[in-house]
């Protein structure tokens, strides 16, 4: 089974902190995205990336970098946290190019901004 | 625009009777649809996916959906519901262009009620 993990499940920070969210995917896979879930929205890319050191943006990409250094593992920077920032944050992985692959996601980190 | 509609934001089912949770969806190309289920503060775990082929498609946990190009939708089904079925269910549309990107709908809550 594909594993996704995320480092961390619950996390409370202030506004202006930089904040780092950890992937890692167990399974080779070449793809990883990061989403954020907001009520009544549904998830939103905000990047993704098909190879080491390799990243494009979503949808959502201000105020978030990301970094990909290991071909397993996936973070999501926010520079300068903010509240607007408060949101659920899940991982994703998949195992290539085609559409028809299935993305697997760990299981979200709930962030709060203070 | 590539989009999906999950046109309920709940959906409320007595235990034992059937159930549909209804998506549509805008895509240029061959459309590649998608069905996950999120249980409360956890991830998304994959139900099943249409690619091609027959319209009737099963999944996990006793799930099936049904793809109609004329109509561009693809619901979820169950021909039983279960207590422990309720959850947030998305609906995701693969983009065309490349890179494994999904464009997913805002969800639906299903409630299922002893």
């Known amino acids: 089974d594909v594993k996704v993990t995320q480092s961390s499940r619950y996390l409370v920070k202030r506004t202006g902190e930089k904040v780092f969210l950890e992937c890692v995917q167990d399974m080779d896979h070449e793809n990883m995205f990061w989403y954020r879930q907001d009520p009544g929205l549904g998830l939103r890319l905000i990047y993704f990336?098909?190879?080491?050191?390799?990243?494009e943006k979503g949808d959502i990409p201000e105020g978030y970098s990301v970094s990909r250094e290991k071909k397993e593992r996936f973070s999501l920077i926010l520079e300068s946290a903010s509240t607007n920032q408060t949101s659920m944050y899940l991982c994703a992985s998949s195992l290539n190019l085609e559409r028809a692959d299935t993305q697997y996601f760990g299981p979200g980190t709930r962030l709060t901004v203070l | 625009a590539q989009s999906v509609a999950q046109p309920e934001d709940q959906v409320n089912v007595a235990e034992g009777n059937p159930l549909t949770v209804k998506c549509t969806y805008s895509v240029s190309g061959n459309p590649y649809l998608f069905w996950y289920v999120q249980y409360p503060n956890r991830g998304l775990q994959f139900l099943l996916k249409?690619?091609?082929?027959?319209?009737l498609v099963k999944g996990s946990y006793g799930f099936e959906a049904e793809f109609n190009k004329s109509q561009t939708s693809f619901h979820l089904k169950k021909p039983s519901a279960l207590v422990s079925d309720s959850a947030l269910y998305f609906c995701?549309?693969?983009?065309?262009?490349?890179?494994?990107?999904?464009?997913f709908g805002a969800g639906t809550r299903l409630a299922v009620h002893p």
């Open positions: 249409y690619i091609t082929g027959d319209n």
């Open positions: 995701a549309v693969s983009v065309s262009g490349g890179y494994n990107k999904l464009i």
């Open positions: 990336s098909y190879d080491v050191k390799m990243k």
